[in-house]
């Protein structure tokens, strides 16, 4: 199943104060595996989310509705 997810490029704030409203996102499209399980469900997104925050392709979708919002 393809998903579009919201994908924040906000960098972590330090403290309360250093928290800043910013549209600074990508909109991410996910391949979401069917699971009858919920827990191996859960297990499963977390393993492909925590791939993509090291992945380059917010990033590449970023820019490229970015350029088509041109």
Do not use: Q, W
């Not at 549209?23 to 859960?42: E, M, Q, R, W, Y």
């Not at 990033?59 to 919002?69: P, Q, S």
């Amino acid at each position: 199943m393809e998903l579009v997810c919201p994908f924040s490029l906000r960098p972590p704030p330090i403290g309360v104060k250093d928290f800043e409203y910013h549209n600074d996102f990508a909109i991410v499209p996910i391949d979401l595996g069917l699971h009858s399980d919920i827990k191996t469900g859960v297990v499963n997104i977390a393993k492909d989310m925590s791939a993509l925050k090291k992945s380059i392709k917010p990033i590449g979708m970023y820019y490229v509705n970015a350029f088509t919002m041109i």
